[in-house]
């Protein structure tokens, strides 16, 4: 049920582009979305990193185009998770994560 509460969510807001707007707007940070593509009968899964108000798949081709969509796929986020930037290996960089779409969409929780 919360899929289908999340993806009702999505169809009245692009997702990724207002996390990608908090994201310009904190520098060090990095939120991952985790989730899948419905392909058809299928799903595929989904990565993707979000830094510095800018989208990176690591699963999937996305759009660089500012006035398109990230994904042209219907897509399903599940996860996400927030690191302090930059990555090192020799650092714990997690902060916090959360499964509801809502809670970092308010620039306070990527404090």
Do not use: C
Request: net charge neutral.
């Amino acid at each position: 049920m919360e899929e289908t509460l999340a993806s009702q969510k999505m169809a009245k807001i692009d997702l990724i582009k207002s996390l990608e707007k908090i994201s310009s707007e904190i520098p060090d940070r990095i939120l991952k979305l985790e989730g899948f593509i419905l392909k058809g009968n299928h799903q595929e899964q989904l990565e993707i990193l979000i830094f510095r108000g800018y989208s990176s798949s690591t699963t999937h081709p996305i759009e660089i185009d500012s006035e398109k969509k990230v994904i042209k796929f219907s897509y399903i986020i599940t996860n996400f998770k927030l690191y302090k930037g930059p990555l090192k290996e020799t650092e714990e960089n997690f902060i916090k994560e959360n499964k509801n779409s809502d809670f970092f969409l308010d620039q306070k929780n990527w404090i």
